[in-house]
T-cell receptor, first 109, second 114 residues
């Protein structure tokens, strides 16, 4: 079966750095996405990785290792508004997105 | 630009009744999707449409039907609702189904079936 694993919940301090991990086992791989979802709202796109390595976009970076079936989302200089769930999704061989359950990130002052 | 709109925002429905969730996008995207989101689970694909006039089944299609008469609209119908269909439903769209194509989500419909 297909599986995406993420920690259920993480806590971090305002101004700090946090890394959210995602491991996957899917039938085929055609890219990995990270989305942010604030409570009661729709998911919004953060990043996309298809090749190994680090993609940096402002305070957010995303890393991919296809051989290890592993990705992480790195959030720097955390702000209170970063409190949200972060969803990892992999596009499989059928070009469908397989979603993890999401990691709820709690930011404390 | 409105992006994707969904209606209604929320609904309480008696078991056995039918209901249509509406979804409209103004981005001229070819592909559209319906997901359900339940606590502790990832988004699960119900049905999708790669282009107007075509539809396909996702991971959890039973009890749901869709149509794609034109590019902009992608309604989801529950023919006879059951309590297990209580969920938050998200409609999404993407320009195509290529590897890098980002899906954009509507605000969601919160459905409770009693």
């Amino acid at each position: 079966g297909q599986n995406i694993d993420q920690p259920t919940e993480m806590t971090a301090t305002e101004g700090a750095i946090v890394q959210i991990n995602c491991t996957y086992q899917t039938s085929g791989f055609n890219g990995l996405f990270w989305y942010q979802q604030h409570a009661g709202e729709a998911p919004t796109f953060l990043s996309y990785n298809v090749l190994d390595g680090l993609e940096e976009k402002g305070r957010f970076s995303s890393f991919l290792s296809r051989s290890k079936g592993y990705s992480y989302l790195l959030l720097k200089e955390l702000q209170m508004k970063d409190s949200a769930s972060y969803l990892c999704a992999v596009r499989d061989s059928n070009y469908q997105l397989i979603w993890g359950a999401g990691t709820k990130l709690i930011i404390k002052p | 630009t409105a992006g994707i709109t969904q209606a209604p925002t929320s609904q309480i429905l008696a078991a056995g009744r039918s209901m249509t969730l509406r979804c409209t996008q103004d981005m001229r995207h070819n592909a559209m999707y319906w997901y359900r989101q339940d606590l502790g689970l990832g988004l699960r694909l119900i049905h999708y449409s790669n282009t107007a006039g075509t539809t396909g089944k996702g991971e959890v299609p039973d009890g749901y039907s869709v149509s794609r008469a034109n590019t902009d609209d992608f309604p989801l119908t529950l023919a006879s609702a059951v309590p297990s269909q209580t969920s938050v439903y998200f409609c999404a769209s993407s320009d195509s189904i290529g590897s890098s194509d980002t899906q954009y989500f509507g605000p969601g419909t919160r459905l409770t079936v009693l």
